[in-house]
């Protein structure tokens, strides 16, 4: 159960109370969904002041009801809506957002995924198993004779972030800023950040745009067989991509592709561990391989909220009314143990065969990386066990204290 100041329900009015930097809740938010699933699916988040969805049907129904978007802006106005004008510390923040594929809605959202799409569907994918497998091994092989590693920073940050900057055309000797910015850019996706976080996100934003802009000067002078030298030279319709959309693009190509990968990898390898199941049986073949690792995002998943805008006037079914311009959350992470769709949720099951996860969300947003994402995590666990036989936890893990990016700050192990 989680601590009594975690999380508090009052289901006569729909209400409740969530303190989200309340370690009984971050550090384990599927027993306070177990809670919501039994007493209160739909709700209203008092810190939030807005209605939330838990059960697996109503999220993954809402993320693909086009009545919400992502965004609001191409269809009112901030004047009509009340919204607030844009922060003009946050200038260089608020561009790379304008342009970006998950912040749009059709038709622009549509002209930029077919563009990028192509590069992610899963035959193209398939063609990075060597390189990913090679990636994997040769990482293990700088650690292996030491008996111990913090995983997250020698293994699973490095996989995600060297693919992608190999697949865009990238140096991946820029890696470790790639994840600095990165990292100075994805605390804004936090409830309420701070000023300090918005300042230093909006520096690392114009660094990585700049940064970018000088890439893209150069592969349009040298053209490469790579993703950034693609869409820089795709036409759809007799247009090309400005240079707003390319560096947009790249930057969210970029930190999608690492952040969410970097600890579905160290959660699943906590999992394995902490629930004492045999790696050999559980890679003993690609598809118990494949299995496990659905059950391992279903279970253990890095992103476990997403909001959606109400793009007019809606009543939903179970009588929640909402205005045009209002935001709704979508608990991705909740849906995922919703006792409804999966017998016995909160144990993991590396057979389960029960249908699928919203991990990767639904709809027109669908994750165009979970390819990529699936074909990592097939390599690279696998790999670590294989390599590493005897492979333990030495400390207790430690839980971030970020309930947007559910991972582990940390994860010490030995062999
Ligand atoms: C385990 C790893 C990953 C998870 C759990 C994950 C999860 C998600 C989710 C839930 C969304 C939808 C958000 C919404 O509906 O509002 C999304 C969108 C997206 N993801 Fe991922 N992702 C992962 C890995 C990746 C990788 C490796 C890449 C890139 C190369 C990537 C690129 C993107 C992009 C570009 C979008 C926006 C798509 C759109 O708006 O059309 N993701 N991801």
């Known amino acids: 159960m989680p601590a009594p100041s975690a999380i508090a329900i009052t289901p006569s009015t729909r209400h409740v109370s969530i303190n989200v930097r309340d370690p009984g809740f971050y550090r384990n938010p599927l027993d306070a969904y177990a809670d919501l699933h039994a007493e209160c699916p739909s709700f209203f988040w ?5 209605w939330y969805f838990a059960g697996y049907d109503q999220v993954n129904s809402l993320l693909r009801d086009r009545r ?6 191409h269809v009112a106005t901030r004047e009509e809506l009340g919204l607030p004008e844009p922060k003009p510390h946050l200038a260089d923040f608020d561009r790379l957002e304008a342009y970006s594929l998950l912040e749009l809605e059709p038709p622009a959202h549509t002209r930029l995924r077919t563009l990028v799409n192509r590069a992610f569907v899963s035959r193209q994918i398939e063609q990075l198993k060597p390189e990913i497998a090679a990636l994997s091994h040769s990482l293990i092989d700088g650690f292996e004779k030491d008996g111990h590693v913090e995983l997250l920073k020698a293994y699973a940050e490095i996989v995600p972030v060297t693919v992608i900057a190999r697949m ?3 140096p991946v000797d820029m890696a470790p800023k790639l994840l600095d910015w990165s990292h100075r850019m994805v605390k804004m996706y936090v409830f309420n950040p701070s000023l300090e976080t918005e300042h230093d996100a909006n520096q690392a934003s114009a660094e990585f745009a700049d940064y970018l802009k000088g890439i893209i000067d150069w592969k349009r002078k040298n053209p490469a067989d790579d993703l950034l030298t693609h869409m820089i ?4 319709d007799g247009e090309r991509l400005s240079d707003d959309e390319l560096i947009s ?3 969210l190509l970029l930190n999608a592709g690492h952040e969410a990968t970097v600890h579905q990898l160290g959660n699943a390898v ?5 629930t004492g199941t045999s790696a050999k049986d559980v890679f003993s073949s690609d598809a118990a391989t494949e299995r496990t690792i659905e059950e391992s995002m279903r279970y253990a998943a890095p992103l476990h909220i997403f909001q959606r805008y109400a793009l007019s006037d809606i009543e939903l079914e179970d009588g929640i009314s909402l205005k045009k311009g209002d935001k709704i959350g979508l608990l991705l992470g909740a849906a995922n143990v919703d006792p409804k769709k999966f017998s016995d949720p909160l144990t ?3 057979d389960r065969n029960e249908g699928a996860h919203v991990s990767f969300g639904a709809g027109l947003h669908f994750c165009i990386g979970a390819p990529l994402a699936r074909l990592e995590l097939k390599l690279s666990l696998p790999i670590l066990f294989e390599r590493l036989p005897g492979l333990r936890l030495t400390s207790e893990p430690q839980i971030k204290d970020s309930y947007h990016f559910h991972g582990l700050e940390r994860l010490e192990l030995e062999w």
Do not use: D, H, S
């Open 270 to 274: 906590r999992t394995l561990l902490e």
């Open 233 to 236: 030279t795709t036409e759809k």
């Open 168 to 170: 865009l055309g990238v």
């Open 46 to 50: 008092e810190e939030q002041q807005q």
């Open 249 to 251: 693009t790249a930057v």
């Open 68 to 73: 919400f978007g992502r965004q609001i802006l």
């Open 348 to 350: 993991f099951r590396p």
